[in-house]
């Protein structure tokens, strides 16, 4: 008998500590330590205590499977190795103020929508504008956003502000990554958009402090 992770569940590793991000229940979560231990049997192909995962499956966490199937991180973005923000760009007040009605939207659709529906829709989006061949320039988009965080910050904001950003950059041509975040010690969750390994909306020095759980 296998397993796998119960749909829309994510994880990453931090330094010894599994950390879950559950899609559907919009929540992160540990283990504890027994059943840390034997996840991470599990994920080494080790023996593991049968009981232990039969608990795991009762959570919810995951999921029995034929064979011998077990679970598998997903594979994270490049380390990124730089900024958009560190590039010049001109001050456009329209510009800004259309990102700021992009992050209304934003946070709209996610009181509207539960988290796992917000990023599927930012997914499908990213599929359909896959076949299409028209790139604009990412940088006066960058700065537009920019520009909004001056005018209403966007500190606590960046999971509104981060998929207001993908989904214009999706609608210029690109095929933005974003990128969940977390980090222990005290716990703390960030979300970020990736061009390759390039920011278009943040800081390398921020983002190097997170771990990657989930990419869309």
């Not at 222990?184 to 983002?207: E, S, T």
């Amino acid at each position: 008998m296998g397993y796998e992770l119960s749909p829309g569940i994510s994880f990453c590793r931090i330094g010894d500590r599994f950390l879950f991000l559950d899609l559907v229940r919009d929540r992160y979560f540990a283990l504890a330590d027994a059943a840390d231990q034997v996840f991470a049997a599990l994920l080494a192909g080790d023996q593991a205590d049968r009981d232990e995962l039969e608990r795991l499956v009762a959570q919810g966490l995951l999921v029995e499977t034929p064979g011998t199937k077990r679970p598998l991180p997903f594979c994270p973005p490049p380390d990124p190795v730089s900024s958009l923000l560190d590039l010049a760009g001109a001050e456009d007040r329209a510009g800004a103020a259309a990102a700021l009605a992009r992050r209304l939207i934003a946070a709209a659709e996610l009181r509207a929508t539960s988290l796992a529906g917000t990023l599927a829709r930012l997914a499908r989006r990213k599929e359909r504008q896959a076949r299409k061949a028209r790139v604009a320039d990412p940088i006066p988009v960058a700065h537009a956003f920019a520009a909004a965080a001056l005018i209403v910050p966007a500190r606590d904001r960046c999971l509104t502000t981060s998929l207001a950003l993908a989904h214009r950059l999706v609608s210029l041509g690109h095929a933005p990554d974003l990128v969940l975040g977390v980090k222990l010690r005290p716990f703390q969750a960030h979300c970020w958009v990736q061009l390759g390994a390039v920011l278009p909306g943040d800081r390398v020095d921020v983002v190097r402090n997170f771990t990657p759980i989930l990419t869309v």
